[in-house]
C-alpha cells in the first residue's frame, strides 16, 4: 500500500506546571525537508526530532511544531518591559523600512506582541526543559510519529484507490486504441490494395518487389502495437507498484513519465482520427494521474 506524502498528526501532554501541544503537518517534497517550530528554551529537541522523523520518514515537506502554555493556577506570566520595549523598537523600524520600500504591513496587535520571544515572562523562572518534562516530551516524540504515520497512510489508501481507478481507465483506453488500430490497419490495407489494382488496370508500370517493400514500410510506420504492448506492460507494473511496500513515489513518477511517452508516440503515428481520439484521451488520463503520483512518497 503506497504511503502519502500529506497528513496531520497531533500529540498532547503536561504536567503539574507547563501543558504542550505537538503538530506535525506534511506535504508533497522532492526529498526529505523538516521544519521545526520550537519555542525559547527547547532547542535541545531540534537534534532527536531530526533524528525520529528521517527514520520514519524518506519524502515530503513536513513541519513539526511544539506549542507550550502554563497549566491554570501555575505562576502567573508577567511582562518584560525591556524586552518588550526592544520589540517595539523593532517593529516600528520594520514598518518604517517597509513604508520606504512601498509595502503595506498589518497593524501590530497586543496579541502579536506578546507572542514575541522574551516580552512575556513567568512570574518565577523555570528550565522549560527540566529532566522529567524533556522525558515527556521525548515520549511525546514517539507518539507524534506513530500518528503522523497513520496519518499519512489513511491519505495513502484514498490515495491508491484513486490511482488505481485512474490505472484501470488506462487499461480501457488501452483495449479500445487497440481494436482501433487493427480496425484501422484492415481498412489502410484495404484501401491500399484498391490504390495499387487501379495503377495497375490503367497499365502503370509497377515493380512488384518494390510495391512490396514500400507497402511493408508504410505499415510499419502505422504500426502501434508495441506501443500499446508497451503500455499494457506499465499498467502491470503501476498495479505493482501500488502493492508494494516502502516508498515508490519516485519509481512511480518515472514510469508515468513512460506512460505519457508512449502516448505520445501512439498520437503521432496514428494517422487516424478516431485512433487519434483514444490517444489524447489516454494522455488526458496520465497527466491526472502523475499529478496523483506526486503525492506518493
Known sequence: MVQSMTGFAEATGADERLSWRWEARGVNGRGLDIRLRLPEGCEALDPVLRAAFSRAFSRGNITVGLRIGRVQGAAASRIDPEAL????????????????????????????????????????????????????LLQDIDTLTAAFTAARADEGRALSAILTAQIDEIETRIAEARETAEARAARSGAALREKVAALLEAGAPADEGRLAQELALLAVRADVTEELDRLTAHVAAARELLAASGPVGRKFDFLAQEFNRE?????????????????LELKVLIDQMREQVQNVE
Open 263 to 279: 502516448a505520445n508516440t501512439l498520437c503521432s503515428k496514428s494517422g487516424a482520427p478516431d485512433l487519434t481520439r483514444v490517444g
Open 85 to 136: 520595549d526592544a520589540a517595539v523598537a523593532l517593529l516600528a523600524e520594520a514598518e518604517q523600512a517597509a513604508i520606504s520600500a512601498g509595502l503595506a504591513l498589518q497593524p501590530t496587535t497586543p496579541d502579536r506582541l506578546l507572542a514575541l520571544p522574551g516580552v512575556l515572562a513567568s512570574g518565577e523562572s523555570e528550565d522549560v526543559l527540566t529532566p522529567g518534562r524533556r522525558a515527556a
